[in-house]
């Protein structure tokens, strides 16, 4: 069955430098990995997916993430937070069709001025 | 396009009732799965419906159901409420088509309080 798991539960940095939230997956067959944001009071957002190619993915709001299948994880990634970046980041992953979408159990970005 | 809708937001219940939630898909999405959230558990799958039939359940007593009408909306029941059960019920939406790659899309939640 496949897992994720992100090891931090809550992640401080100060605005202006490079952020990274880290995801560490395990499947059966070909991972399709996912991050989602979840501000306060808020159903989850996406931001980005990795499906095949390029190891680096970008998305929404300057977020990008890079696969790493020797080290099966799939850290997500700011060159420059911000403080409206704080919130919930999940990932999630799947590997077979019509399965359903497995989650980490979140890790709180927390952005200080 | 209008997104995910979840009704009602915010409701209270006491030990032994039971609740219906309900859920609005993104117009021409068939596929609804619905998730429990709590703060020790993240986000736990409870079950996706597709065309009106259950497709995948998650790990939950009988307690928790759920149905899929045709026009896709959704409503998931819980019954013999437990001081456990609150949490924020998240529904999210998927093309029939999405397989393995498709993102899901979800709604801001109804979040149950059970006292």
């Known amino acids: 069955a496949q897992s994720v798991a992100q090891p931090e539960d809550q992640v401080n940095v100060a605005e202006g430098n490079p952020l990274t939230v880290k995801c560490t997956y395990s499947v059966s067959g070909n991972p399709y990995l996912f991050w989602y944001v979840q501000y306060p009071n808020r159903g989850l957002q996406f931001l980005l997916k990795y499906i095949t190619g390029d190891n680096l993915v970008k998305g929404s709001y300057g977020f990008e993430a890079e696969f790493n299948k020797s080290q099966t994880s799939f850290h997500l990634k700011k060159p420059s937070a911000l403080v409206s970046d704080s919130a919930l980041y999940f990932c999630a992953v799947r590997d077979m069709i019509n399965t359903p979408l497995v989650f980490g159990k979140g890790t709180r970005l927390s952005v200080i001025a | 396009k209008a997104g995910v809708t979840q009704t009602p937001r915010y409701l209270i219940k006491t030990r032994g009732q039971q609740v219906t939630l309900s859920c609005s898909p993104i117009?021409?999405?068939?596929?609804v799965s619905w998730y429990q959230q709590t703060p020790g558990q993240g986000l736990q799958f409870l079950f996706e419906y597709f065309s009106e039939t259950q497709r995948n359940k998650g790990n939950f007593p009988g307690r928790f159901s759920g149905r899929q009408f045709s026009n896709s909306r959704s409503e998931m029941n819980v019954s013999t409420l437990e001081l456990g059960d609150s949490a924020l019920y998240l529904c999210a939406s998927s093309l029939a088509t999405s397989g393995v790659t498709g993102e899901l899309f979800f709604g801001e939640g109804s979040r149950l309080t059970v006292l």
């Open positions: 117009s021409g999405h068939r596929s």
